[in-house]
């Protein structure tokens, strides 16, 4: 059975540092487009960033366009989120997902992954 994992949330101070990780099982994770979502209390949920199946492309939400950065290890059959600087708008629960192509939209992927909690503290 597919699954994605994240992991990596938790409790880091406005300015610092996280890197969320998507663990893909019963998946082969290189065939596939990776997304990564947020979505805040009380909020829809958003796209944050994506990766192409290679990692050759790459985009991202212009509210985290500079701070955050997408990459994959297919090998490792896992795809990273690196976030910097962050701010308190993100605190969140953040989400990877499979699909066949990057896309915005929460429906352009098959797979996702149960969320990993991020709190950003001021």
């Known amino acids: 059975q597919a699954q994605l994992v994240e992991s990596g949330g938790g409790l880091v101070q406005y300015g610092g540092s996280l890197r969320l990780s998507c663990a893909a099982s019963?998946?082969?994770?290189?065939?596939?487009?990776v997304g990564w979502f947020r979505q805040a209390p009380g909020k829809e949920r958003e796209v944050v960033s994506c990766?192409?199946?290679?990692?050759?492309?790459?985009n991202y939400a212009g509210s985290v366009k500079g701070r955050f950065t997408v990459s994959r290890d297919n090998a490792k059959n896992t795809a990273y989120l690196q976030m910097n600087s962050l701010k308190t708008g993100g605190t969140a629960v953040y989400y990877c997902?499979?699909?066949?192509?990057?896309?915005?939209?929460?429906?352009?992927?098959?797979?996702w992954g149960q969320g990993t909690p991020v709190t950003v503290s001021s």
């Open positions: 997902a499979a699909g066949m192509a990057c896309s915005s939209w929460f429906w352009g992927y098959d797979w």
């Open positions: 019963g998946l082969t994770l290189q065939y596939f487009a």
């Open positions: 990766i192409s199946t290679s990692g050759g492309s790459t």
